[in-house]
């Protein structure tokens, strides 16, 4: 098989498996807030949940980027075998409705998921050129939005006439069931270009990556927090039925298609209208009393932030050079898992006080754009070189502040260490001493 052939074949199958993914994300993951909420759960609660997952997540993305020889070898069988379990482990989900038992599962899954990520960004970026990057990440996301069209439909019509104590049960079961379609789509790929690609040992301009990651660190860790708080807030304040979240999911869908089609072959710098306009959706979902209203925030900020979220994988792609496709997966992954992390003591902190929690979204949104608009030279809003001077500032102050923290947490360590040393001496000479006494009689 030709070269371009085999390219275009694997574009195929990778569309392909994002949309039966596309699906079985709409029966599954999508429902997880709603399902919760229907249970039972209030904010603090799903929070925890979510802060169990995603800390564990996180720490396998670092054990990912610190042994990422992992991704190097017999690469297709450990990501149809993450595939698969990540799918399956949604099967199980319904059966228990204790805290333990659903934060159990959900690590399960999101430990799944971060390693099935890292896989499919290293297939995609060791695979293709930036323009092929950019390209199959647009059709991918539309391929996805285009069947979750169907899965939300599906879930919608499900949430509103199946009997209440089975409809869960029924919906999960068959989105992890079409899941595995997905797994069975990505079997038939090539993958043997992956196994024993080189890993640098250095990353290309750090200052960059940093920048980048930053920028999409803050930006997720928003749109996180705020997919936290907005259903509770939609059902529990302003009395919204679950079939009109479920709709939430719908809309966003389309829109994301939409957004899709309009930002997949845009330069670069027209990406700021994406990142300047996110800032309004939080604020217009706290002040917008009317529930059918929020369909059309929905739908306005899922526009704008598959925009924002396409410049993310084409600033890597960009500089995959640099980056190299092992790192720039694993950091994909990391960003991911850290954004969630970041968001879920928000929701656990202030609970019910929604005010505190939009704030909250809204100021680290304000961050997000700062960022981009300061350090990001492809969207800044000063010139180019200002903005890499920008960039190297943040990043040797990080850097610094880091080398500091890490030196005094050493210090803290080691004296604490010690004072407990002295106390355990102390403890046992006393003990020594009554001893002795009781021996002598006195």
């Known amino acids: ?3 371009a052939r085999a390219i275009l074949s694997l574009k195929l199958l990778l569309i392909l498996e ?3 993914a596309g699906i079985y994300l709409a029966l599954t993951r999508n429902l997880l807030v709603i399902y919760l909420t229907s249970i039972g759960f209030d904010v603090g609660k799903i929070s925890l949940v979510t802060l169990i997952a995603t800390a564990i997540a996180s720490l396998i993305s670092v054990i990912l980027w610190r042994f990422s020889g992992f991704l190097t070898r017999r690469v297709k069988l450990k990501l149809l075998l993450f595939h698969a379990f990540e799918r399956i482990f ?4 319904v059966l228990v409705k204790d805290l333990a038992s659903i934060a159990a599962l959900y690590a399960m899954i999101s430990a799944s998921t971060t390693i099935i990520t890292a896989f499919m960004n290293l ?7 930036e323009s092929g990057v950019r390209d199959v990440t647009a059709k991918r996301t539309i391929a996805g939005n285009l069947m979750s069209i169907i899965g939300s439909a ?4 499900m949430l509103a006439i199946l009997p209440r104590d089975l409809k869960f049960a029924i919906i999960f079961v068959t989105g992890s069931m079409i899941g595995l379609l997905a797994t069975l789509m990505l079997s038939t790929a090539d993958m043997r270009h992956l196994e024993g690609i080189k890993v640098p040992k250095r990353v290309g301009k750090p200052e960059q990556m940093f920048s980048i990651s930053s920028f999409l660190l803050t930006m997720l860790t928003s749109s996180n927090l705020l997919g936290i708080v907005w259903t509770p807030y939609l059902m529990g304040v302003l009395g919204a039925p679950d079939y009109l979240a479920a709709a939430m999911n719908f809309v966003s869908t389309i829109f994301g298609i939409m957004g899709s089609f309009f930002w997949a072959r845009r330069s670069l710098r027209s990406f700021r209208l994406a990142i300047g306009s996110l800032m309004l959706v939080p604020i217009a979902a706290f002040i917008t009393p009317i529930p059918t209203a929020h369909l059309g925030i929905t739908a306005f900020g899922t526009f704008m932030f598959t925009g924002a979220n396409f410049l993310g994988n084409f600033l890597f792609a960009r500089y995959l050079r640099e980056f190299g496709a092992v790192r720039s997966s694993i950091m994909l992954s990391m960003l991911t898992n850290l954004s969630q992390l970041l968001a879920t003591p928000f929701g656990m902190l202030f609970s019910q006080d ?10 680290i949104r304000l961050l997000s754009v700062i960022l981009a608009f300061l350090t990001v030279p492809e969207v800044a809003a000063v010139p180019e070189e200002v903005a890499r001077t920008y960039s190297q500032l943040i990043y040797t102050n990080s850097l610094m502040g880091y080398s500091y ?9 080691a004296l ?19 001893f002795i006494f009781f021996l002598a009689g006195v």
Do not use: G, N
């Open 123 to 129: 297939l995609i970026y060791s695979s293709f050129d």
């Open 354 to 363: 929604y005010m505190l929690l939009f704030a909250s979204v809204i100021f």
């Open 1 to 3: 098989m030709s070269s």
């Open 405 to 413: 923290i890490l030196e005094t947490s050493k210090e803290v360590i």
């Open 90 to 93: 949604w099967v199980p989900m």
């Open 416 to 434: 604490t260490v010690r004072l407990l040393a002295l106390a355990t001496v102390l403890a046992l000479l006393y003990i020594l001493y009554k």
């Open 154 to 157: 599906a879930a919608m019509m």
């Open 18 to 20: 994002m949309a039966f």
